[in-house]
């Protein structure tokens, strides 16, 4: 059973760079048949869909967070990364880390609080 665990900074300032770790336990983020992914839901918003990689390194991402967007895994900490730079106000959100081996999410971490403030 694959288990996720985010962390990072709970509060960050606007114009700076926003970064989270998910932490995998239960197995190895070097398996290959796993898409590892991070998510974020604003007050009153949807689920949102950052980005993703996987163990080719290869990573993909929403359109509009593009640009100050990067996923990276970091193999011998069996754990993966989200950086965010230029945050504003509306990159407040809960972020959560997911993986999947099909099409749908089988694993979620239990999200993380972050306030982009002012």
């Known amino acids: 059973q694959v288990q996720l665990q985010e962390s990072g900074p709970g509060l960050v300032k606007s114009s700076q760079t926003l970064s989270l770790t998910c932490t995998v336990s239960g197995d190895s983020i070097r398996m290959n048949y796993y898409y590892w992914s991070w998510f974020r839901q604003s007050p009153g918003k949807g689920l949102e869909w950052i980005g993703q990689?996987?163990?080719?390194?290869?990573?993909y991402y929403r359109p509009s967070l593009k640009s100050r967007t990067s996923i990276s895994r970091d193999t011998s900490k069996n754990q993966f990364t989200l950086q965010l730079s230029s945050v504003i106000p509306e990159d407040t959100a809960v972020y959560y880390c997911?993986?999947?081996?099909?099409?749908?999410?089988?694993?979620w971490g239990q999200g993380t609080q972050v306030t982009v403030s002012s």
């Open positions: 997911a993986a999947r081996r099909g099409p749908e999410y089988d694993y």
């Open positions: 990689t996987d163990l080719s390194g290869s990573a």
